[in-house]
């Protein structure tokens, strides 16, 4: 399991993982991995189990961290605030939008430019790197619209949200020192 396992993408993978689950738990352990999965919304992945360092039974990372820029983080922000109101307005469970309605949610907190061609150069660039980290999906029938994936919401949750919170008062703070 190097990536996410979806339920919708296969079936027959995701099957034999709820079957074995206390099994591939069991495996995993030992390495300093869990497996979490969440059969409601369909994906399974592994994470790092986070030990305390000082305890000294820290293990090496098996699995990459990756720093997110502060656009990635406010995309991702952004369109995790989208799967919330899909989900309170109770309709199709898949969240799909075009590019144009990214670009446009994202524009609202971006600084004007006046090259608007690499604004939009820049933020296709922020929308490729959430498609890398398995966020978005291009959808194959209209190559210019992308389904939001789900399992936004196990890494974008209440904790995350509070740091990205936190530091956006800071860079608040310091935009206002430099004015």
């Not at 099957?15 to 738990?25: G, K, P, R, S, V």
């Not at 995309?75 to 919330?84: A, M, W």
């Not at 075009?98 to 296709?124: G, H, R, Y």
């Not at 936004?152 to 509070?162: E, R, S």
Request: contains cysteine; glycine residues 4%; hydrophobic residues 40%.
């Amino acid at each position: 399991m190097k990536s996410v396992l979806y339920r919708d993408q296969h079936p027959k993978l995701w099957e034999d993982l709820i079957h074995l689950q206390a099994a591939a738990m069991d495996y995993v352990k030992p390495l300093g991995l869990e497996l979490v999965t969440d059969e409601s919304e369909g994906y399974a992945y592994l994470r790092q189990i986070m030990y305390d360092e000082q305890d000294g039974n820290a293990l090496p990372r098996l699995v990459q961290r990756r720093p997110l820029s502060y656009p990635v983080s406010l995309l991702c922000v952004l369109l995790r605030e989208k799967l919330v109101e899909a989900d309170a307005g109770g309709g199709d469970v898949r969240v799909i939008l075009s590019k144009e309605q990214i670009v446009e949610l994202m524009q609202t907190f971006l600084p004007l430019k006046s090259n608007e061609a690499k604004l939009m150069d820049q933020i296709e660039t922020y929308i490729n790197k959430v498609v890398d980290l398995g966020f978005l999906r291009k959808l194959k029938t209209d190559r210019t619209a992308y389904e939001v994936r789900r399992i936004l919401k196990a890494f974008v949750d209440a904790d995350w949200l509070a740091d990205m919170d936190d530091k956006l008062k800071v860079y608040r703070e310091y935009a206002l020192s430099q004015s």
